[in-house]
Protein backbone atom coordinates (compact mmCIF):
# COMPACT_ATOMS: atom_id res chain seq x y z
CA UNK A 1 0.00 0.00 0.00
CA UNK A 2 2.63 2.47 1.07
CA UNK A 3 4.81 2.05 -2.58
CA UNK A 4 1.78 2.57 -4.78
CA UNK A 5 1.51 6.46 -4.74
CA UNK A 6 5.49 6.04 -5.60
CA UNK A 7 4.73 3.52 -8.19
CA UNK A 8 2.11 5.72 -9.65
CA UNK A 9 3.96 8.59 -9.28
CA UNK A 10 6.69 6.88 -11.56
CA UNK A 11 4.06 5.88 -14.31
CA UNK A 12 2.83 9.91 -14.56
CA UNK A 13 6.36 10.63 -14.46
CA UNK A 14 7.53 8.73 -17.44
CA UNK A 15 3.81 9.34 -19.47
CA UNK A 16 5.37 13.36 -18.99
CA UNK A 17 8.80 12.06 -20.11
CA UNK A 18 6.95 11.57 -23.63
CA UNK A 19 4.39 14.53 -23.71
CA UNK A 20 5.64 18.10 -24.66
CA UNK A 21 6.98 20.48 -22.70
CA UNK A 22 3.59 22.92 -23.32
CA UNK A 23 1.45 20.67 -21.66
CA UNK A 24 3.80 19.09 -19.00
CA UNK A 25 5.64 21.06 -16.65
CA UNK A 26 7.51 17.63 -16.03
CA UNK A 27 8.63 17.38 -19.43
CA UNK A 28 9.57 20.98 -19.44
CA UNK A 29 12.13 20.41 -16.54
CA UNK A 30 13.28 17.30 -18.09
CA UNK A 31 14.21 19.12 -21.06
CA UNK A 32 16.04 22.14 -18.99
CA UNK A 33 18.63 19.84 -18.12
CA UNK A 34 20.49 18.50 -14.97
CA UNK A 35 21.40 22.47 -13.81
CA UNK A 36 17.28 23.45 -13.71
CA UNK A 37 16.62 19.95 -12.10
CA UNK A 38 19.36 20.34 -9.33
CA UNK A 39 18.43 24.16 -8.51
CA UNK A 40 14.96 22.98 -8.39
CA UNK A 41 15.81 20.46 -5.41
CA UNK A 42 17.58 22.34 -3.83
CA UNK A 43 14.99 25.45 -4.31
CA UNK A 44 12.38 22.76 -2.84
CA UNK A 45 14.58 21.44 -0.20
CA UNK A 46 14.94 25.34 1.16
CA UNK A 47 11.86 25.42 1.18
CA UNK A 48 11.38 22.52 3.48
CA UNK A 49 13.94 23.65 5.62
CA UNK A 50 12.69 27.13 6.00
CA UNK A 51 9.47 25.49 7.30
CA UNK A 52 11.14 23.95 9.77
CA UNK A 53 12.68 26.79 10.97
CA UNK A 54 9.61 28.72 10.94
CA UNK A 55 7.56 28.68 14.63
CA UNK A 56 4.52 29.30 13.03
CA UNK A 57 4.40 26.92 10.30
CA UNK A 58 1.81 23.95 10.44
CA UNK A 59 2.05 20.33 10.15
CA UNK A 60 -0.07 21.06 6.53
CA UNK A 61 2.83 23.32 5.16
CA UNK A 62 5.95 21.13 5.82
CA UNK A 63 3.33 18.00 4.90
CA UNK A 64 3.52 20.39 1.44
CA UNK A 65 6.77 21.10 1.19
CA UNK A 66 8.36 17.66 1.76
CA UNK A 67 5.46 16.17 -0.86
CA UNK A 68 7.22 19.64 -3.31
CA UNK A 69 10.42 17.92 -2.82
CA UNK A 70 9.86 14.45 -2.80
CA UNK A 71 8.09 14.94 -6.40
CA UNK A 72 11.04 16.84 -7.39
CA UNK A 73 13.35 13.75 -6.51
CA UNK A 74 11.19 11.39 -8.30
CA UNK A 75 11.47 13.78 -11.35
CA UNK A 76 15.15 13.67 -11.29
CA UNK A 77 15.53 9.76 -11.04
CA UNK A 78 13.39 9.86 -13.87
CA UNK A 79 15.83 11.86 -15.82
CA UNK A 80 18.03 9.03 -14.73
CA UNK A 81 16.00 6.41 -15.66
CA UNK A 82 15.31 5.00 -11.77
CA UNK A 83 12.48 5.01 -10.14
CA UNK A 84 11.52 5.65 -6.83
CA UNK A 85 10.39 1.98 -6.65
CA UNK A 86 14.62 1.31 -6.83
CA UNK A 87 14.82 3.82 -3.68
CA UNK A 88 11.95 2.35 -2.07
CA UNK A 89 13.56 -1.46 -2.57
CA UNK A 90 17.18 -0.17 -0.96
CA UNK A 91 15.55 1.32 1.70
CA UNK A 92 13.83 -2.02 2.16
CA UNK A 93 17.15 -3.97 2.15
CA UNK A 94 18.44 -1.64 4.54
CA UNK A 95 15.38 -2.20 7.30
CA UNK A 96 16.90 -3.79 10.51
CA UNK A 97 20.48 -2.54 9.81
CA UNK A 98 21.71 -0.50 12.14
CA UNK A 99 22.11 3.37 10.38
CA UNK A 100 25.57 3.20 11.98
CA UNK A 101 26.67 0.18 10.42
CA UNK A 102 24.72 1.05 6.99
CA UNK A 103 26.86 4.29 6.90
CA UNK A 104 30.10 2.29 8.29
CA UNK A 105 30.00 -0.24 4.90
CA UNK A 106 30.13 2.84 2.65
CA UNK A 107 33.11 4.20 4.15
Known sequence: MNGEIITLLDEIIEDRKLS?????????????????LIEKLREES?????????????KEKLIHEAADLWFHVLVLLASRDLKGEDIIK????????SGLIEKASRD
Open 90 to 97: ELKKRLGT
Open 20 to 36: SSEKSYVKSLLEQGDKK
Open 46 to 58: EELISALQEENDT
